[in-house]
Each structure stands twice: as C-alpha cells, then as structure tokens.
C-alpha cells in the first residue's frame, strides 16, 4: 500500500471513529440508535480544548490530554481547519472518554484554512 493509500485509509478511519464516539453513527434507521446517545449532547458550542499545542518543526499540533496512551488516533478535519474547537472536543473525548487514545490533530494547512465568511462557495 503506498503512503498516499494509507494517508486516504487512515482519514476515513478518523472521520468514521469521530462519527462514533458522538453517537452520530451514520445509518437510516434512527430507532437503532443506542438510548444513550439520544440522552447526551455531542459537541458544546463554546469548548475549551483541554490539550496543548506544540510545534513540530512549523507544523502545529493540538494533543489531546492523554500523552501516555500506547495507541494513536490522528484527526484529519474538514476544509475549515484546525481553529475550530469542534474536533480538538473529538479528540478530547477520543483521549479521555472513549479508550484512552494518544490523539493528536496536525495542522495540515499551516493556519491557512478555509474562511467561514467566505462559505458557501460562490459557484
């Protein structure tokens, strides 16, 4: 498998797990959804990440409190970066909350991610 084909495996991996630990499993028939993940909120509006941010070479990475764990979860985000707290709360719950996971989310964008303002495309 090259690295390319891995890189693709492991980011629809991620987006799936974090699918998972916010009982957002994707299906179509709701009444299968387990009674728990109707009871809880997912992801809070106003998150403070509970990681730190270290700098690997002028690559930024947010990682998730649980520098200990021996296995490893890399979030890939979407289009609008590594500012939005959503996924740092992902993996958060990843480290803390749901198997004790050394996560951690690089920066791929460099803080160059795409501008809300600017959303919807224009075409």
Same mark, same amino acid.
């Given at each position: 498998?090259?690295?390319?084909?891995?890189?693709?495996?492991?980011? $629809?991996?991620?987006?799936?797990?974090?699918y998972v630990v916010n009982c957002g !499993? $994707?299906?179509?028939? !709701?009444?299968?959804?387990?009674?728990?993940?109707?009871?809880?909120?997912?992801?809070?509006?106003?998150?403070?990440?509970?990681?730190?941010?270290?700098?690997? %070479?002028?690559?930024?990475?947010?990682?998730?409190?649980?520098?200990?764990?021996?296995?490893? $979860?890399?979030?890939v985000y979407d289009i609008f970066g590594?500012?939005?707290?959503?996924?740092?709360? !992902?993996?958060?719950?990843?480290?803390?909350?749901? %198997? %004790?996971?050394?996560? $951690?989310?690089?920066?791929?964008?460099?803080?160059?991610?795409?501008?809300?303002?600017?959303?919807?495309?224009?075409?």
């Amino acid at each position: 498998m090259s690295k390319l084909q891995y890189l693709i495996v492991l980011s $629809v991996l991620t987006a799936y797990l974090a699918y998972v630990v916010n009982c957002g !499993v $994707v299906m179509y028939d !709701v009444s299968i959804v387990p009674e728990e993940c109707t009871k809880q909120k997912a992801i809070d509006s106003n998150y403070t990440p509970a990681g730190d941010i270290f700098l690997l %070479g002028d690559l930024p990475i947010y990682e998730a409190p649980n520098k200990n764990a021996t296995r490893l $979860v890399i979030n890939v985000y979407d289009i609008f970066g590594f500012a939005n707290d959503n996924l740092k709360q !992902v993996s958060d719950k990843f480290s803390v909350e749901n %198997g %004790g996971f050394r996560t $951690v989310e690089p920066d791929f964008y460099r803080g160059q991610s795409w501008d809300p303002a600017n959303f919807p495309p224009s075409e």
